[in-house]
């Protein structure tokens, strides 16, 4: 009986020391959590979402010739609050062929970048995901390097190589293959190729992190069965790699949109991408308000892929961690 | 997936693409100990660009200030990017978790014309208001470069949260530890190199920023990028060449040398797991 009773409270005692014990993590862990939370949290609303917010006010306001010149929106005059809202901007934008094309032109060229990359992406990040584990890290480094160097100087490789008096001419001339120079530099071509250049390795590294992980023994399993290698590849290896593909791509079509030291360093003057218009109409032209009505219009056609790239990756994430 | 050999298919094509990759930054190391001013002629071996180099005071100044930009703000958004992390891979849903770990994905593809001008119009705004920032600046060029980084460092400080075994992490709850001390004693170590190597890429991503600076510089505050931009415009320049070589080397041995630690960690966490 008295054992029984000391054993009681022992329990007891336990449980109540495990409970003491719980409630100071409770205590402890929401402050601490709230706090490791509201700093990352309230610096991006106030760096990033915040910001947007001001360039949708300016894009309807009037441009000015003040500092900063573009005009209050909300303005007060006797006792009343006076709201002008500009929709000039807009419909300059809808009803100029000059930014229709331009916005066009940079979806265009975006989407011929984010197919090149993928075509030339593919075979390489196959080709390194299948290697010899010990051949794989450095395969992988030499795919990486020229990512880490720096964008300005990878662009600017191209300009010597490009110009029209530049080393291809040099070379195509004296191999007698051309008569007289031709004109690379400075055309729809020119950009193409800079941007195919600049943006393929962030094709190459979400591919081959997707085709690492794909399971060989399915491919072992389909040859077995007599299924030839190109027809292996394209039902088993092509459809298990879509995550890779869809996330190459989109990490390679969403900045290609707005792109604007590759228009401006080996670009045509005439073509514009909106990139280039953005920063002419902020630099150049001092139009405030008109700089972010076209980005608000860049933001709006940009918002659907940036979601769903982001709602692909939580995705990927979320099964990652469960396995 | 693990194969025995590389095919001939798959010869050719890194072949041809690290080709691709890397003829046109031979070049132009080479063009920069080319003696004549013309870009594209050869005309003999000189190492007089390197000696104009680094007797333009404009060129050292710029990258002083590239240099001091890049420390702060790569320091700064590898403590933001280590918490967003910790937020993002350890904490349970909140309220508006995907409305925060968006705004952490969106500014890595968000094109950098928007981040940038976004970014000046809050400055001008909270000028207007407050009167602070009084000017553009290293301190408005740092918040621009902090929240482009701090994106890239929570993604790979998410990935190594999120993969890494807990094990040791639960022990230690266990045993009553307390969250700050398990994270400062045994997280924190373990993810140590992904927090190296999350800082060299914030390093070189702000060191390398052109268009958010652009936009977020005064005129007392021009970075190399600017620099090199600026004169670029111009046309072919072999000192640009000379600066280019440089920071291609430097990248070059901070990248291999990184990687041949970190590779060499990996081994040593291996072993030490297949031992015990």
């Known amino acids: 009986m008295m054992n029984r009773l000391l054993s009681l409270r022992d329990s007891r005692e336990a449980a109540a020391r495990g409970a003491r014990r719980s409630l100071r993590w409770q205590r402890a862990l929401p402050r601490g959590r709230s706090l490791v939370t509201a700093v990352p949290y309230g610096w991006l609303l106030l760096f990033f979402l915040l910001p947007f917010l001001f360039v ?12 900063p010149p573009y005009r209050a929106l909300v303005t007060r005059a006797e006792d009343a609050l006076h709201i002008a809202l500009n929709l000039g901007n807009f419909t300059y934008i809808f009803g100029d062929p000059l930014y229709f094309d331009a916005y066009l032109g940079s979806l265009r060229m975006a989407a011929v970048t984010t197919l090149i990359c993928l075509l030339i992406g593919y075979p390489v990040a196959y080709t390194i995901a299948r290697a010899p584990e010990a051949k794989r890290n450095t395969l992988l480094m030499l795919v990486m390097l020229p990512f880490w160097t720096s964008f300005l100087v990878r662009v600017y490789a191209w300009m010597g190589i490009l110009d029209n008096e530049g080393l291809l001419n040099h070379l195509l001339l004296s191999l007698k293959l051309i008569d007289a120079p031709l004109a690379l530099m400075h055309t729809q071509l020119s950009v193409q190729v800079v941007m195919v250049y600049a943006y393929l390795p962030f094709m190459i590294l979400p591919l081959f992190s997707n085709l690492v992980k794909l399971d060989g023994r399915l491919l072992e399993a389909a040859a077995d069965l007599g299924c030839k290698p190109w027809k292996s590849f394209l039902t088993v290896t092509l459809p298990l ?7 190459g791509s989109m990490l390679v079509f969403i900045p290609a949109v707005g792109e604007f030291v ?14 280039k218009v953005l920063w002419m109409e902020f630099f150049d032209n001092n139009n405030w ?34 396995h | 997936m693990n194969g025995k050999n590389i095919s001939g298919f798959g010869k050719l094509s890194l072949s041809l693409v690290f080709s691709f990759l890397y003829v046109p930054i031979l070049i132009l190391i080479a063009y920069s100990f080319n003696a004549s001013k013309l870009v594209t002629v050869w005309g003999g071996f000189s190492k007089q660009w390197y000696t104009v180099l680094f007797n333009d005071d404009a060129v050292v100044s710029a990258f002083g200030l590239s240099l001091q930009i890049a420390l702060l703000s790569s320091a700064m958004s590898v403590v933001l ?9 350890r904490f349970g849903p909140f309220q508006s978790k995907s409305l925060f770990a968006g705004m952490i994905t969106a500014p890595m593809v968000m094109p950098e014309v928007i981040t940038g001008l976004s970014m000046l119009l809050l400055f001008v705004e909270m000028q207007q208001w407050f009167g602070f920032p009084a000017e553009r600046g290293v301190l408005t060029i740092w918040v621009g470069h902090v929240t482009l980084c701090m994106a890239y460092v929570t993604v790979v400080i998410r990935s190594r949260l999120v993969e890494m075994d807990r094990s040791v992490e639960e022990a230690a709850m266990d045993l009553g530890a307390r969250p700050l001390k398990i994270f400062f004693q045994i997280t924190l170590p373990i993810i140590a190199p992904a927090i190296a190597s999350s800082l060299l890429l914030a390093f070189t991503l702000s060191i390398d920023d052109l268009v958010i600076t652009a936009f977020l510089s005064g005129p007392g505050s021009t970075t190399l990028p600017q620099l ?12 640009i060449n000379a600066l280019a070589t440089i920071t291609v080397l430097a990248v070059t041995v901070l990248v291999i040398g990184a990687n041949r630690v970190m590779v060499k960690a990996e081994l040593r966490r291996v072993r030490l797991a297949a031992a015990t």
């Open chain 1, 56 to 67: 949708l006010q300016i894009s309807f306001s009037e441009v000015e010739i003040a500092s």
């Open chain 1, 241 to 247: 790699s879509k995550n890779g593909v869809i996330a």
């Open chain 1, 262 to 275: 590759i228009p401006e360093l080996v670009g045509t003057p005439e073509s514009l991408m909106i990139g």
């Open chain 1, 289 to 322: 308000p008109m700089a972010a009505a076209v980005t608000i219009v860049m933001v709006a056609l940009l918002l659907v892929p940036i979601v769903y790239l982001h709602k692909r990756e939580e995705k990927s994430l979320a099964r990652a961690a469960k």
């Open chain 2, 81 to 89: 990017g280590i918490l967003a992390g910790l937020v993002l891979a």
């Open chain 2, 228 to 239: 090199i931009f600026s004169r670029v415009r111009l046309g072919l320049n072999p000192e």
